[in-house]
């Protein structure tokens, strides 16, 4: 009987994730956990049991798309650093704008942080630190920049062009904006 629970749960779970991955497509971020619960046929508590924070579900639903960035950051790592940066980081930018809800699981958030959660933007940042590394010693980018830099930027971008007619347009204008400001000092 516990096997069937165990069974009954994963589906439940992979059930909740489904409609939440929805409605995040839908609503974005502010999904109301409240109408997730209503379309998955399940309680607001069995939600929250499956995730706690909105944080936890955004996280869920954007899971694919990082584990899609990271294999990028590592097939990136072949080609020279000032493109591997820029091609990843618009990458970055293009999924952030594509996937409502992700930019709000990678902004920062300092208690998950103080926490020593695995979050999204941690992950992300190991995948790319590699290549900002490499683009810093060849002195490419300055010295003092972060790939927790480069996950603001363009979360920043996303959330910016959210409401625009053409979010990805815009988003890729402002990204190539700032990428020529991302040069070495003269």
Sequence with gaps: M???QRADAR???????AVATAEVA???ANASLE???RLAGVGSATVRRHFPTRRALLEAVSRERIEALCRRAQELSEQDSQHAVV???GELVGYCVSARGLAAALAYDAEAV???ESTCSATVAEAAEPLLRRAIRERWVPPGLTVADLITLAVGIAL???EHPDPAGQADRL???AVTGLGPPR
């Design 35 to 37: 109408q997730i619960a």
């Design 2 to 4: 516990a096997e069937r």
């Design 26 to 28: 839908a609503h974005g």
């Design 175 to 177: 990204l190539r904006l």
């Design 114 to 116: 103080r926490a020593h």
């Design 160 to 162: 910016a062009t959210e």
């Design 11 to 17: 589906r439940n779970y992979a059930h909740i994730l």
């Design 87 to 89: 091609d990843w980081l």
